[in-house]
């Protein structure tokens, strides 16, 4: 028989059995598919050296009225702004005490310092920083004790222990002339209290064991309870940020200074009116620029305060123009409604003239109406909801979004988007960290995509992207827990860990791993019949057809891989595999079988020389087979 050529249909498709999908793609790891092929994906790199505190889980971008880019960045411990190459801690201040209320005990032989501070209100991970201390006596001197420091542990609502160190890190140990108590002119300046880095059970609205309280009871919203999310949104050149469950901050950026203030409770704000004291999310509303806070707490029945516990189904919102002002009058837009359907608001997202809100159950548009009653809240959809509150995202093709049943778009109407992969993301994602789900847009190659937790694992380990102009997918292992695409910058950026440190990456620069190759690339097809499928065949040649990209070497290599086998019931067995380079004109194979399927992959065992700054884009492949009889 003469040469064969093999061009696979584009994306991968597990939907049916590697051998159902003939004629496809099977499986597949940091690979895209565009103008039908395959070909590897873009690399990262740090975007500035900085790294910073806990994990990353919101990034936000916008432009003061100077000209100056600033990217806000909340984690599980802090809320920063990043511009040059550092990053301003601005997390907001829970509690400053007086002089003197703060006390330190030390132990001779120990680095470990127990604070006393009455009624304290913090938890394991805060960070306080302290002022006006003396001497100890010894080893653990003004210098060590007055700066900022993260709490190791809580040993009642009176007593924490901070471990001393010197202010380039370094541990330092009390000795026996330590014997001191820093003084009467110590202060504790707290910040907000830190988040969970992974969703707990019994944490959320409703969330508790059977028979434990009344029924219908629920467990408390508290940001301290809460998987450390953060919601934000601008107000012309300011930025507005949430906790879940938490307070609202706000960040004038003309009047603070970078490295020196910090973000304030709205409550502050000059002309502050029954702010909320606790939101599920903030965003701000297009054109007519209302701050919105979904799953407020409500004003109480005398309207003289907020009531502080959150109402889960509450859609509250400031004046027009005036983030301070939420008690509706006549003479203003403040107000609020409330979804009918479900028990909470999982998320929500500012879209083409309308909010979209998802509950639990159903989906909601928020739209501008005007006086006397400033929105309307009509249910889109009821039967569709969110898997977690970043799991949506809007894309010049309409707002897609991540359900525990699949996958969703709304261009005025809800329509499910086919998926090749939902049983491979469905059947093996891990439903008890819904919420660290995160919807991305890579506007540059048409992609909208989602990293999620599978399995057991409690650390986002996966992605899965859509190409909703080709309509095609792709799948594969990266841990990225936030995302924000071009727009200010000409790249996509994401928070990842390097070294067990929390970095934003540039994305979609070169072909590398940082600075090394990207390991495990690949894509391997689906099985395909050698001839019919009736006899057995002899696979003698293969005759590659891939681009290489990016290096300018010529010594660029990947694999190829041949498998076979001759029933679907059996394994597939690898029967070769060959090294490759860009001037390779055939590979010479000895694979006998009724199925064969092929891979292309990363060669991560070549040279690191050879690796670095290579991509590569998979053509037509031709292959040789021979018929080799029945038996």
Not at 390 to 398: D, M, R, V
Not at 542 to 556: L, N, R
Request: glycine share 12%; charged share 20%.
């Amino acid at each position: 028989m003469p040469l064969q050529k093999y061009i696979f249909n584009p994306g991968i498709n597990k939907e049916g059995t590697d051998y159902t999908a003939e004629g496809g793609w099977f499986d597949g790891n940091l690979v895209r598919f565009r103008k039908g092929l395959p070909e590897k994906i873009g690399g990262w790199v740090k975007y500035i050296t900085a790294s910073f505190e806990g994990t990353g889980r919101k990034l936000f971008g916008w432009t003061s009225l100077n000209g100056t880019n600033l990217l806000g960045l909340g984690t599980r411990s802090k809320l920063y702004i990043q511009s040059g190459a550092s990053y301003s801690d601005i997390t907001p201040i829970r509690v400053t005490t007086s002089a003197g209320d703060v006390t330190f005990s030390a132990t001779n032989g120990s680095s470990s310092i127990d604070v006393t501070d009455a009624s304290h209100g913090a938890v394991k991970g805060d960070f306080v920083t302290f002022s006006g201390a003396a001497s100890l006596g010894g080893n653990v001197i003004a210098a060590v004790l007055n700066q900022e420091y993260e709490i190791d542990s809580i040993t009642s609502t009176n007593v924490y222990v901070i471990t001393a160190k010197d202010t380039s890190g370094t541990t330092v140990t009390a000795n026996s002339s330590d014997s001191g108590n820093g003084g009467s002119s110590t202060v504790g300046t707290y910040q907000i209290n830190v988040g969970l880095d992974v969703f707990v059970a019994g944490t959320g609205w409703g969330a508790s064991t059977w028979g434990d309280g009344a029924w219908g009871s629920s467990t408390s919203l508290i940001s301290v309870n809460q998987l450390r999310l953060w919601s934000m949104d601008s107000f012309g050149e300011d930025l507005i940020a949430n906790v879940r469950a938490g307070r609202i901050y706000y960040w004038d950026t003309s009047a603070k200074t970078l490295g020196t203030d910090r973000a304030v409770d709205i409550a502050n704000l000059t002309g502050a009116n029954f702010t909320p004291t606790a939101a599920l999310q903030v965003l701000v509303s297009d054109v007519d620029r209302h701050v919105i806070a979904l799953g407020a707490d409500p004003i109480n029945d005398a309207a003289t305060a907020r009531t502080g516990t959150i109402d889960p189904l509450l859609v509250a919102f400031s004046d027009q123009e005036n983030p301070a002002e939420w008690f509706p009058t006549s003479t203003n837009t403040a107000g609020s409604l409330r979804c009918s359907a479900g028990s909470q608001i999982i998320g929500g997202l500012r879209a083409r003239q309308e909010t979209l809100i998802w509950t639990d159950v159903a989906l909601y548009s928020l739209q501008f109406i005007g006086a006397p009653f400033t929105f309307g809240l009509n249910l889109v959809n009821e039967g569709v909801s969110l898997v977690g509150p970043n799991a949506a995202i809007n894309t010049p093709s309409g707002v897609f979004w991540m359900d525990k049943k699949g996958f969703y778009s709304y261009q005025g109407a809800v329509q499910p988007v086919p998926c090749s992969v939902r049983s491979y993301v469905l059947d093996d994602f891990n439903e008890s960290q819904a919420f660290q789900v995160f919807a991305f847009l890579n506007k540059q190659f048409d992609e909208v995509g989602w990293f999620y937790c599978s399995g057991t694992n409690t650390v986002i380990d996966r992605y899965v992207t859509y190409n909703y102009v080709e309509q095609t997918w792709a799948i594969g292992n990266l841990s990225r827990t936030a995302w924000l695409d071009e727009g200010i910058e000409s790249f996509p950026r994401a928070t990842g860990t390097s070294s067990s440190s929390n970095y934003v990456f540039s994305h979609e620069t070169g072909f590398d791993d940082e600075d090394s190759p990207m390991d495990n690339v690949f894509v391997e097809s689906a099985d395909f019949d050698l001839g019919d499928g009736e006899e057995f065949q002899f696979v003698r040649r293969c005759i590659p057809d891939v681009k290489f990209t990016g290096s300018s070497g010529t010594t660029q290599t990947m694999n190829f891989v041949l498998k076979a086998r001759n029933f679907p019931g059996e394994s597939l067995t690898t029967d070769q595999t060959t090294a490759f380079t860009g001037s390779t004109t055939k590979i010479d194979t000895r694979a006998r079988g009724r199925q064969a399927a092929v891979r292309f992959e990363s060669d991560d065992d070549g040279d690191t020389g050879t690796r670095l700054g290579v991509g590569f884009r998979i053509g037509g492949t031709r292959i040789d087979v021979q018929p080799n009889g029945r038996r």
